[in-house]
């Protein structure tokens, strides 16, 4: 679960900075930099998935939710 939620963390981190340099971008020139570079919205939809799926195992198993 640690490591579902730091690697969560992580991406959200970085997406969130593809998405303020894509509004940076898209005042300057009219086209997103994640277009041309990509972005971690995959990376963070996957690590939210597996939080949740343990989250929802721990609840099923009646054990004590970890922060």
Same mark, same amino acid.
């Given at each position: 679960?640690?490591?579902?939620? $730091? @690697? #969560?963390?992580?991406?959200? @981190? #970085? =997406?969130?900075? @593809?998405?303020?340099?894509?509004? $940076?971008? /898209?005042?300057f /020139? #009219?086209?997103? %930099?994640? @277009?041309?570079?990509?972005?971690?919205?995959?990376?963070? %939809? *996957?690590?939210?998935?597996? /939080?949740? $799926? /343990?989250?929802? %195992? =721990?609840?099923? %198993?009646?054990?004590k *939710?970890?922060?």
């Amino acid at each position: 679960m640690a490591d579902s939620r $730091a @690697k #969560l963390a992580e991406y959200s @981190k #970085l =997406q969130d900075s @593809k998405a303020n340099m894509d509004a $940076a971008t /898209v005042f300057f /020139v #009219l086209i997103p %930099a994640s @277009k041309l570079s990509g972005d971690h919205a995959g990376d963070v %939809a *996957k690590y939210k998935g597996e /939080v949740e $799926a /343990v989250e929802t %195992a =721990q609840i099923k %198993a009646g054990c004590k *939710k970890a922060s």
